[in-house]
């Protein structure tokens, strides 16, 4: 077996691995669009085993910034790990997630970070690498009559013109945060062009004349689906999906939520809430100077301090 770098690699070959495997249209105008907008790709973007000229495994590396107790740094993220399924059960994604940890630590990087599903077979890939589960999500479920709480804030689509009102009020509610609360800007626009989040799933959320948060939603199969809450303190979660839901004629709400205040106010609000979910964020220290519980004190993991989003793992 062959190890070799994104340009190496067959490009179409590329693609029908993402296909398969991910359902993920990798093409090679998408990946020169990601690394030429998306700033936290290695150089190399990618690493993929070669075994009987069959492109069949794949491991993307990312360098992700963070905030930490001790100042800014960044982190490593595995992302789109995925094997042909005609070369299962060989070893192949633990060849390739060797040479990417050896990768981020020639690069100085002290942990690798993912998010994926507890229930996913890759789950247990990655505790065996050691991986281990530090956050997850809560996700909140309520009829629409439930959803329409009093709320005084108004939601309204942010739009592709608004989109780096977002990324501004990131910046500003992101301070004195901890974990993925630093971004390379643009970011929300640049995610919108390379197609990892759709122009119409941007919400803006005002106080008045003043911008108070922003959230992504869709509505999909009668379902309004909320996830990415970001709010100024002192507003409820519960208030700002109630905004939302005035917008989207749904008769279902489901709203994922990071901080455990944002969970409180759902279920204040009357949601059924699952808390934890299938989804987790794990952590790996890659040099033996360093541990998870390091990793959980630097990042705030656990507290309101920590900042986490699907749009800034992997």
Same mark, same amino acid.
């Given at each position: ?195 990892? *989040? ?5 919400? #803006? %959320?005002? &106080? =008045?004349?003043?911008? /108070?948060?922003? !959230?992504? +939603?869709?509505?999909?199969?009668? *379902? ?5 809450? #970001? %709010?100024? &303190? =002192?507003?409820?979660? /519960?208030?700002? !999906?109630? +905004? ?24 204040? +609000? ?24 390091? +990793? ?19």
């Amino acid at each position: 077996m062959q190890i070799v770098e994104y340009d190496v690699a067959d490009p179409l070959e590329v693609l029908h691995l993402n296909l398969l495997s991910l359902g993920f249209a990798l093409t090679p105008e998408r990946a020169a669009l990601i690394r030429r907008l998306d700033k936290r790709p290695f150089p190399f973007f990618a690493l993929y085993a070669i075994e009987d000229g069959t492109v069949a495994g794949q491991v993307g590396v990312f360098r992700l910034p963070v905030a930490t107790t001790e100042g800014p740094a960044e982190v490593g993220g595995v992302w789109a790990v995925c094997t042909h399924p005609a070369y299962n059960h060989r070893g192949i994604a633990t060849r390739l997630l060797d040479e990417a940890h050896s990768r981020m630590r020639v690069a100085g990087l002290r942990f690798s970070t993912l998010g994926t599903s507890r229930h996913r077979v890759a789950h247990a890939l990655y505790r065996r690498h050691g991986y281990e589960d530090v956050g997850a999500s809560a996700s909140g479920l309520a009829r629409r009559d439930t959803a329409l709480c009093e709320t005084h804030l108004r939601a309204e689509r942010a739009g592709p013109e608004r989109l780096p009102l977002a990324d501004d009020l990131f910046q500003r509610l992101a301070a004195g945060r901890l974990g993925f609360a630093r971004r390379h800007t643009p970011f929300l626009p640049a995610l919108v062009e390379i197609g990892d *989040v759709g122009v119409n799933e941007v919400w #803006l %959320l005002w &106080e =008045g004349g003043d911008l /108070a948060g922003y !959230v992504l +939603a869709k509505v999909s199969e009668s *379902v309004l689906t909320v996830s990415d809450l #970001l %709010l100024r &303190e =002192g507003l409820e979660a /519960a208030a700002a !999906v109630a +905004a939302l839901a005035r917008q989207a004629d749904a008769p279902y709400v489901q709203v994922s939520v990071d901080r455990p205040s944002e969970a409180v106010s759902l279920r204040r +609000a009357g949601y059924r809430i699952a808390d934890p979910t299938w989804g987790t964020f794990m952590i790996k220290p890659l040099t033996p100077e360093v541990t998870v519980d390091e +990793a959980r004190g630097l990042f705030g993991i656990g507290t309101e301090r920590f900042l986490m989003s699907w749009m800034d793992m992997t």
